[in-house]
């Protein structure tokens, strides 16, 4: 490679380093071809990318940001998965595949400029994706609604039982005729003290 294209491919590493949120380092010896393209795949539907570079280009693009804590990773056969969105399915894909995938073998990485360990990574992997923890958080917000909603039908029935009970009862004692009685004899006798007043 010549010494300028050596010195563009460091510049791109660059920033791509640093606009990367997190960063993973895997050696991938031994994955077919098939094998790559089916991660590549599974890490773009997750918002991330895996690089095959040049490790002496990319440990000079980290020294020169700054990421010293993983310059250790550039030996041997290592590619970059660059995550840019949720970190969290992008550590699923990476667990999953290097569980199915013996000959890829994460190393480390970073994480918002922080050091990020295997022990990290798997606790990552193990999160509820975004869309999982939203769902789960409409759902709290759902459940007291839900529940007010039915404790108000449940109260609306238990009143509607009392009120149905009550009239029953004053039926069984004749409260209620007696009292459609008694308006029914005091509206005759206001007729007739009307009638009398003419």
């Given at each position: ?113 922080e050091p990020l360990t ?7 992997a193990s999160i509820d ?70």
């Amino acid at each position: 490679m010549v010494r300028e294209d050596k010195v563009e491919a460091v510049k791109q590493l660059e920033e791509i380093f640093k606009s990367a949120g997190t960063l993973v380092m895997a050696e991938y010896r031994g994955l077919t071809v098939s094998q790559q393209t089916q991660l590549r795949k599974d890490l773009k539907d997750a918002g991330a990318s895996f690089n095959v570079v040049k490790m002496s280009l990319a440990k000079r693009a980290a020294e020169n940001v700054g990421y010293k804590d993983i310059l250790e990773y550039f030996a041997g056969p290592t590619g970059v998965a660059v995550i840019e969105s949720d970190p969290v399915a992008a550590a699923k894909v990476l667990k999953e595949f290097s569980k199915e995938n013996e000959a890829f073998i994460v190393k480390g990485g970073l994480m918002d400029q922080e050091p990020l360990t295997m022990e990290q990574l798997d606790v990552l992997a193990s999160i509820d994706s975004r869309d999982v923890l939203l769902a789960k958080i409409a759902g709290g917000f759902n459940a007291p609604v839900t529940k007010l909603a039915g404790t108000l039908k449940g109260v609306l029935n238990k009143s509607g039982f009392a009120f149905k009970a009550l009239i029953e009862k004053k039926e069984s004692t004749g409260e209620i005729s007696s009292e459609s009685e008694q308006s029914e004899v005091s509206d005759e006798a206001e007729e007739e003290i009307k009638k009398e007043e003419e």
